[in-house]
């Protein structure tokens, strides 16, 4: 588990591989996939399905939250590309969000131990709980 969510920010934030995508293009036979606007394009196909496990078991859903379906049986096909679901535009959007807030702030931190992921707001569920304490009496508010 923890080595997975290495594993994904490694994947989803390595500067070094997005650029080095940049420098040799994919080969035709390692392109997969054929809508990604954040990951890498030539990501390998086992890492990309197991950022999508990581994504989903941190909000607590299945890929259906965010794919269209197109069959329930003999067993579930999705159409992956789609763009037609919101929650999968948020999706994007956080993954986004996730990677600047690494990229320009916690990355500044001397020492830092971790990085922010999904599973740091989400903790297993859609929209994140905020704990019920009496946030009047915290500084700055
Ligand atoms: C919380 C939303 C969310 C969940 C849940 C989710 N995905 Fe995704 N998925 C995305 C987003 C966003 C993209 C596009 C990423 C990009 O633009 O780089 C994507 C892209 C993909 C793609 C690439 C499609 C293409 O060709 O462009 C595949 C395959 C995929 N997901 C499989 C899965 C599987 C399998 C699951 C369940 C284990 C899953 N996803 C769960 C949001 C989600
Ligand atoms: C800094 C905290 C934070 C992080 C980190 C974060 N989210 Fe969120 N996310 C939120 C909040 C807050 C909302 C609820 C917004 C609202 O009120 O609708 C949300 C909403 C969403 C939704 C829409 C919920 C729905 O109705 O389906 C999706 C999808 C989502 N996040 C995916 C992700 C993914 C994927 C990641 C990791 C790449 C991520 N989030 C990381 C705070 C966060």
Redesign the pocket.
């Given at each position: 588990m923890r080595r997975s969510i290495v594993l994904a920010l490694a994947i989803l934030f390595g500067c070094t591989t997005i650029q080095k995508q940049k420098a040799e293009p994919a080969k035709p036979d390692d392109l997969h996939f054929h809508n990604l606007q954040v990951f890498p394009q030539n990501i390998p196909r086992e890492e990309l399905i197991r950022n999508m496990r990581t994504?989903a078991r941190?909000?607590g859903v299945r890929c259906n939250?965010?794919h269209v379906q197109t069959a329930e049986s003999p067993k579930p096909e999705f159409d992956f590309p789609n763009d037609a679901k919101p929650?999968k535009k948020?999706?994007r959007t956080?993954?986004r969000?996730?990677k600047k807030?690494n990229g320009d702030y916690i990355s500044t931190i001397k020492d830092r131990k971790q990085d922010?992921?999904?599973m740091?707001?989400?903790r297993g569920k859609?929209?994140?709980e905020v704990p019920a304490i009496n946030l009047d009496e915290q500084p700055g508010h």
């Open positions: 994504i941190s909000l939250h965010c929650e948020i999706a956080m993954l969000m996730v807030i922010v992921v999904c740091t707001c989400h859609v929209i994140p």
